[in-house]
């Protein structure tokens, strides 16, 4: 059963991943258009070491422009460049840096959600990437002690030196933090199945939530990114597909998103075929959810 809140039905946040390209300021009017509710960005060029800053002017055009588009949570995604695990001491310090940037822009923007890819141990081995992973998320956090953002480890498909793959490595991370309530997980589906994790049926759904609460702690889970696979299970290898039209299949989105455990969460597509897909896909979402 659903609990009313304000005559409302309490609903999961759906959106999807949207450009910053013309400025920061016209995120909220795209992913009004699209039909978001909540919408997922790069606060600056994620190819890109560093981020132009972003003016007063901008700031509070897309403050504005939230309230006016009904975007009621915004989630940043960090650049792919930053590698929070290496042991090149040159990429890590620049990794460094753009992450307490990625901070500073997402305080500015009042964003309460950093999403990022944990690191890549680069042929150091697993243990010494999530090491440095955790060192780094507690220089970042002492660095930007008035951010306060909480910053979601995004699991991931574990392709190459990749960690974050498996759950026992989420927890490790967290477990070696000196700011553990600072941290918590971003679900990508496509990641999750890609690295092993089956959320097929109904069995193999409530089978990889109890490990995931079992190992994380649903707890700790603020946001899922919705993605189809297109490659089987277990083959760790990150490739998105529309959804239904990969290895997962419809099913899956339909339960996650009348889970009454994941009501409040944000659920982001991040699936290929542009605009077009992302409003027909959200429409799609919010059609199939069960009042
Ligand atoms: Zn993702
Ligand atoms: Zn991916």
Redesign the pocket.
């Known amino acids: 059963m659903r609990t009313l809140r304000l005559n409302e039905f309490i609903m999961p946040l759906i959106g999807c991943h949207v450009s910053i390209a013309s400025g920061v300021e016209n995120a909220p009017v795209h992913g009004g258009e699209l039909g978001c509710d909540a919408i997922q960005i790069f606060t600056a060029n994620q190819m890109q070491w560093r981020g132009n800053p972003i003016s007063d002017e901008s700031r509070s055009k897309y403050i504005e422009r939230l309230k006016a588009n009904e975007i009621k949570q915004v989630v940043t995604h960090d650049s792919y460049l930053i590698n929070l695990g290496g042991p090149d001491p040159r990429k890590l310090t620049l990794s460094r840096k753009a992450f307490i940037e990625e901070m500073e822009r997402s305080e500015l923007l009042q964003i309460p959600y950093i999403i990022f890819h944990p690191g890549s141990h680069m042929g150091k081995g697993d243990d010494y990437a999530l090491k440095t992973i955790a060192e780094s998320l507690d220089y970042a956090i002492e660095s930007r002690a008035n951010c306060k953002s909480i910053l979601l480890l995004e699991n ?2 574990g392709q190459g030196s990749n960690v974050g793959y498996k759950f026992e490595q989420l927890r490790s991370i967290i477990d070696q933090c000196s700011y553990p309530d600072r941290l918590g997980v971003c679900f ?1 589906t ?2 999750g199945y890609a690295a092993g994790y089956d959320l097929v049926t109904e069995d193999a759904y409530n089978k990889t939530f109890k490990e995931f609460n079992d190992v994380v702690g649903l707890d700790r889970l603020y946001v899922f ?1 919705l ?1 189809d696979s297109k490659k089987p299970l277990g083959l760790k290898i ?3 597909a529309c959804l239904g039209e990969g290895f997962i299949g419809w099913e899956l989105f339909y339960r996650l998103i009348n889970d009454d455990r994941f009501e409040e969460l944000s659920m982001i597509l ?1 699936t290929p075929g542009g605009d077009e897909n992302f409003s027909k896909e959200i429409e799609a979402l919010k059609k199939s959810i069960k009042e």
């Open positions: 991931t498909a990508d496509c990641h990114h993605n990150d490739r998105h991040e």
